[in-house]
């Protein structure tokens, strides 16, 4: 058995460099120190990592606990501050210190002579702390703490340009939404911790023992089913499915390597992988496992919808997220929990290329049309067209990270979401029209990602004349992660190439010790099928993919008149889709100005009026009866020697003539 004693250092490194840049960044000043300082952190814990991630490959036992104190003592219930390292987490821990410290590299290029440098490498590092608390908590409690560190780090980083109204409403937003998922999380939490404790003597919130003992509530009982449905109204909020996905399109206010790093890396994921933690638990759920699967389709559907008529390039790759987290949800609600996880190791890469991509296309337009003197949107597609010619590395970048997210053939993207539409249908928990619902997506998904490409990349230059000389490539500082994430997105699917397809699906056999004997128990696999059926459904994928691409050529870049012709035939249709279905219309008039109507009352009516109006009141009486009685009291002797005669006679008269 190997040892891993220093597992501590992976969360402490990021969190020294947060305390560093965030206590002493103002005085350092120099961005060349701060921006090293941020991403050595981050680099650090990702060397850590990898170490500890090779010496688990050789490890017979595959499951680890390190308790580093205690937390929490009351009675029989002992809660530890402490980290869990098995196949799931070390694999997070490689995508969240990996991707994040490319990210960081990025930035150091990219927020170059903004305003509040140090705080912003100071907040990207802590926000990276708190998603490896998340991921390496032994605990649900040390997790709900990650949990909410990454809440606050998004709120900080989404409103970091807080001078904009829109970008604080945007981290408001973020906010509020997520806080009404973690109240779920909560309840979902003392509902488990409760039933567990009360009615069978387990009083507990460590994931090994709620694995352990999961069996005790009963599977498909009302009980679990309760806090299954908690836990997961919780992840909808994090990982912003189908009601509370709203705030995550909106989180494109803050910098764009923020965006890689909440929808790559860190934030969205943590739903995914919470019900990937305790899946013994869901796993006893049946009927939870399908409202997950039936709102992840949904999801994945609906926000492609969107993503067909957005203009903005960063919106279009929210929608993108929000659709590609519906994949993940689809995945782990059929079963499928390490086709789930290899979708959000895979997304990641390619996502992650994908938003920094945009970034160097929005910093080349911002410096273009910045000398240029013109006030156009840096971020509208219909202001772009034929860059490739002048920004050729994040063009090839680009375009790889897009045939990964479409799924064409031999692309990573391509093996994990294949194996969510394989397991959709084929699985003891699928369903067929889940899979359609899935296919159908995917090919909306490869046509609305290179309608992304060939307006921003292809065709006719849209941006003035005069700001087309000053387009350049970006820095190396900001092409060379574009590189690696590129690379990985071709690659980095290799390692679940199913036995279908002459590999040996690698990662099923490295996250077996975690989803084993879940699956095992609960009856959880692929149905029967014949490798005709099984090739018969990669073959629908790709012809749909396919069908999406040369989709988006045809209108796009053969004819790039026709879009417009279609929109003008359905002009109705594409307002409402444009306009997100006027869901956040439908949430302001459901939601958000009756909550503010009645703030208003609360405030002007039973505060100024009610309260405020009865001490004001009260000091208004006071100040009435002390006027009255103040000319009493004038000071003049012979004045009270009047009152006091007549108060005599007052008492004489009383006395004789009653």
């Given amino acids: ?60 036992q595959k499951v680890h606990e390190q308790v580093i104190a205690s937390w929490i003592s009351v009675g029989t219930l002992q809660v530890d501050w402490g980290f869990l390292f098995d196949p799931l987490s070390a694999l997070m821990l490689l995508v969240v210190t990996g991707v994040g410290s490319l990210i960081h590299l990025y930035s150091i290029g990219y927020m170059h002579g903004e305003e509040g440098y140090y705080r912003y490498f100071s907040y990207l590092n802590l926000f990276c702390f708190s998603m490896l608390m998340l991921v390496l908590g032994n605990n649900a409690l040390v997790m709900f703490i990650g949990w909410e560190g990454v809440g606050l780090c998004s709120y900080l980083l989404i409103g970091y340009y807080f001078h904009k109204k829109s970008a604080g409403d945007a981290a408001k937003k973020a906010f509020v939404v997520n806080r009404v998922g973690d109240f779920g999380f909560l309840l979902g939490l003392f509902l488990l911790f409760w039933t567990l404790g009360s009615a069978h003597g387990v009083w ?35 990982s912003a499915q189908i009601p509370l996905y709203t705030w995550l399109p909106d989180a494109m206010e803050g910098p764009t390597p923020v965006s890689a790093l909440i929808h790559a890396a860190t934030m969205v994921t943590a739903g995914v992988y919470m019900i990937a933690r305790m899946n013994g638990l869901f796993a006893m759920a049946p009927d939870t496992m399908m409202v997950i699967a039936i709102v992840g389709a949904a999801t994945a559907i609906f926000a492609a919808s969107i993503g067909l008529a957005q203009n903005d390039i960063k919106r279009v790759l929210a929608y993108s997220t929000v ?47 910045h000398h240029a003197h013109v006030h156009d949107d840096p971020q509208d597609m219909r202001n772009m067209g034929g860059l490739r010619k002048h920004m050729p590395i ?41 899979w359609l619902v899935a296919l159908f997506t995917a090919g909306l998904t490869a046509f ?31 092409t060379i992660p574009l590189i690696v994430l590129a690379v990985l997105s071709v690659f980095g699917g290799y390692v679940g190439v199913p036995e279908l397809m002459w590999g040996a699906h690698r990662l099923e056999h490295f996250l077996d010790p975690v989803f084993g004997a879940t699956m095992a128990t609960y009856g959880i696999g692929m149905l029967p099928h014949s490798a005709a059926f099984e090739w018969g459904m990669v073959a629908a994928a790709v012809i749909v993919a396919t069908s999406g691409i040369l989709l988006a050529v045809f209108m796009y870049h053969m004819r790039p008149d026709l879009p417009g012709k279609v929109v003008a035939s359905f002009q109705g249709a594409y307002r409402t889709i444009h306009n997100k279905w006027y869901v956040d219309e439908i949430y302001d008039a459901l939601f958000v100005n009756p909550t503010k109507r009645l703030g208003t ?8 009026k009610g309260i405020d109006g009865i001490v004001n009141g009260l000091g208004k009486l006071v100040q009435l009866f002390s006027g009255a009685l103040r000319i009493t009291q004038s000071g003049l002797v012979h004045n009270y020697a009047l009152t006091m005669v007549l108060g005599m006679v007052v008492i004489v008269a009383f006395y004789v003539f009653r």
């Fill in 601 to 608: 009352f609360l405030w002007k009516g039973f505060d100024v």
């Fill in 1 to 60: 058995m190997h040892s891993y004693d220093y597992l501590w250092l992976i969360p402490l490194f990021p969190l020294l460099g947060a305390l560093i840049n965030g206590l002493l960044g103002k005085k350092i000043k120099n961005e060349t120190v701060i921006g090293a300082i941020g991403t050595l952190a981050i680099a650090s814990s990702f060397v850590i990592s990898v170490i500890y991630f090779f010496r688990l490959l050789g490890d017979s």
């Fill in 448 to 478: 609305y990602m290179f309608r992304l490409v060939f307006m921003t990349f292809y065709g006719q230059e849209r941006m003035v004349e005069k700001a087309k000389k000053h387009l350049h490539e970006s820095p190396a500082v900001i």
């Fill in 204 to 238: 507990t919130v460590n994931f090994v023992e709620i694995q352990a003992n999961a069996h005790l509530l009963g599977a498909g009982g009302a009980i679990v089913t309760a806090i299954t449905l908690l836990f997961f109204l919780g992840a909808t909020g994090k």
């Fill in 394 to 434: 994040t063009h090839i970048t680009f375009l790889v990270a897009t045939l990964a997210i479409a799924g064409v053939p031999l692309f990573s993207g391509f093996f994990s979401k294949d194996e969510i539409l394989h397991w959709a249908i084929g699985s003891t928990h699928g369903h067929w029209g889940l």
């Fill in 323 to 369: 659709s590609q987290l519906g994949f993940m949800f689809l995945a782990v609600g059929v079963g499928a929990f390490t086709a789930g996880v290899f979708h959000l190791m895979t997304h990641a890469f390619f996502k992650a290329c994908l938003f920094l991509g945009s970034g160097s296309v929005i910093h080349a337009m911002h410096h273009a049309l």
